[in-house]
């Protein structure tokens, strides 16, 4: 079956360098999700989107947008890298109540 | 706003010994229940979930979960653990509204060890 896909699974930057996290839903979902975990810690909302538009925003620095696109795809946007911006960015996508997580991208921000 | 809370934050038990991890959560509706397990630098893996029906569920792996709203409580239980269940476990609580949209709000995990 189909699985979320993000991509890069893995990316390296320099502070105040931009970064930006692609999300593939699984077909026929209509709904995303943005979370971000740090080291150690439980992953926390950062933003959805439902059938294109934003459908609720968490703890997401004014420095990071997100869209959703016509092909239902979502782009996570990190300008201004700081330090702390290192985590692990989780996708998922939805249908209805169950959640399906991707795999994660590692951001590493020197 | 929903919460919920894992009040342990590791737990050893020994390989074959009974597992159970506590899961108690704050929601004003009946709310969407989950377990996920992550392993070190891996993704979340769902084990099982609770959205009606009947309390106890079971899920992959032989772990079971019992809701019981008048504690809201989630509790995840293994009879017997297996030294490759050593990992982090989060409970999580999902809130859904007439979209469809669901926000998943975690606990701060329980980081399982499994000792021979």
């Known amino acids: 079956a189909a699985g979320v896909i993000q991509s890069p699974r893995h990316l390296i930057k320099e502070k105040r360098e931009t970064a930006t996290l692609k999300c593939y839903p699984i077909?026929?979902?209509?709904?995303v999700y943005w979370y971000q975990q740090g080291p150690g810690q439980d992953p926390q909302f950062l933003i959805s989107f439902y059938e294109k538009m934003q459908s609720d925003k968490g703890s997401i620095p004014d420095r990071f947008s997100a869209q959703q696109f016509s092909d239902y795809h979502s782009e996570l946007n990190m300008s201004s890298l700081e330090l702390g911006d290192s985590a692990l960015y989780f996708c998922?996508?939805?249908?209805?109540?169950?959640?399906?997580f991707g795999p994660g991208t590692r951001l590493t921000v020197l | 706003a929903q919460s919920v809370t894992q009040p342990d934050i590791h737990i050893t038990v020994s390989e074959g010994a009974s597992l159970e991890l506590r899961c108690n959560y704050s929601?004003?509706?009946?709310?969407?229940l989950f377990w996920y397990v992550q392993s070190p630098g891996q993704g979340l893996q769902l084990l099982l979930k609770y959205f009606s029906g009947d309390t106890l569920v079971q899920g992959i792996k032989g772990f079971e979960a019992e809701f019981k709203r008048s504690q809201s409580s989630f509790n995840l239980r293994k009879p017997s653990v297996h030294w490759s269940d050593a990992a982090e476990y989060f409970c999580a609580v999902g809130a859904g509204n007439s979209g469809g949209y669901q926000k998943v709000t975690f606990g701060t995990g329980t980081k399982l060890q499994v000792i021979p």
């Open positions: 077909p026929r979902h209509d709904t």
């Open positions: 998922a996508s939805s249908s209805g109540p169950l959640q399906y």
């Open positions: 929601y004003g509706a009946t709310p969407y």
